[in-house]
Nanobody, 121 residues
Framework: QVQLVESGGGLVQAGGSLSLSCVAS????????MAWYRQAPGKQRQLVAA???????RYADSVKGRFTISRDTPKNTIFLHMYNLEPEDTAVYYC???????????????WGQGTLVTVSS
């Protein structure tokens, strides 16, 4: 069974930095895009950053210049390095990946359980 496991959340002061990681485990044949989403209290889940299996990143406007997404493709791992954090970045951060499913011969979207990032002012 394929799982996505995030780590690295926590409490940080405004202006500080924090890094998240996400590892996909199980029987994995191929992963297409991987991404980080976040959901703040009372708000919808939104895309933070995504990266293709070729390493091309894209970012939400709100985090451009402050967050960096990277990927270790052979290890099925992505990272999110967050700098100059703001209280508005407080949210549960979710890892997302499009993973090839041999039974359906297609890519299925998988989610991690989420990790909480709290930025204090």
């Amino acid at each position: 069974q394929v799982q996505l496991v995030e780590s690295g959340g926590g409490l940080v002061q405004a202006g500080g930095s924090l890094s998240l990681s996400c590892v996909a485990s199980g029987t994995i044949f191929s992963i297409a895009d991987m991404a980080w989403y976040r959901q703040a209290p009372g708000k919808q889940r939104q895309l933070v950053a995504a990266i293709t299996n070729g390493g091309t990143p894209r970012y939400a406007d709100s985090v451009k210049g402050r967050f960096t997404i990277s990927r270790d493709t052979p290890k099925n791992t992505i990272f999110l390095h967050m700098y100059n954090l703001e209280p508005e970045d407080t949210a549960v951060y979710y890892c997302n990946a499009e993973i090839f499913d041999i039974q359906t011969a297609g890519y299925l979207e998988r989610w991690g359980q989420g990790t909480l990032v709290t930025v204090s002012s």
